[in-house]
Structures are given as C-alpha cells and as structure tokens.
C-alpha cells in the first residue's frame, strides 16, 4: 500500500500545483424546511427560523462533503465585524479519497 505524505509535508510543498489551486468551502449555519406557500409568501424583513441555535456548531463542506465541524466568531483587530470560523473538529477523510 502506498504512504500518503502527512498534511505538513504536502502543505509545504512549492513544486505540488495543486497546493495552489483554491477551493470553495461552504459553511452551513442551518436548515429551514417551510411550506411552499409559506415560503412565497415571505417579504422583506420575515424571519426564517433554522433548525440549529447560535451557539450550535456550523458544518464545513467542499462540495456536498462534510470536511469539519466549527465555531462562529467574530475576528478582532483589523478585522472587527468579520465573521470567522474556529474548526472545532476534522472529518477523517482517510477512508473516502
């Protein structure tokens, strides 16, 4: 069986091209599931109730794939008012690949 090089290792490497390349993460806060005429009906200003709470943790994916699980943050410094996520837990993503 092949040795896959540990995390570090690949991060770090300048002649890999694909270390380069970006990726899209989407962070998940929660999910609504309202009726369909409930959801026409919405305007401006209506308040859509998601099925997790503030202090929940938020999900990580790249594509449809759970990659880890975080907490929302406020950045300090420079930064004031920018949302950031602290990961929290990393999806073992060994057996998939």
Avoid: C, W, Y
């Amino acid at each position: 069986m092949n040795d896959l090089p540990n995390t570090q290792t690949l991060a770090s490497d300048t002649h890999n091209p694909f270390t380069a390349v970006p990726i899209e993460i989407t962070v998940s806060v929660g999910r609504a599931r309202p009726m369909v005429r409930d959801l026409v009906m919405l305007g401006s200003n209506a308040v859509l109730t998601l099925d997790k709470r503030v202090d929940d943790p938020v999900d990580l994916f790249v594509g449809n794939k759970l990659i880890a699980r975080g907490k929302l943050e406020e950045a300090d410094g420079d930064d004031d008012g920018q949302l950031v996520v602290r990961l929290t837990e990393i999806i073992d993503l060994g057996s998939s690949i």
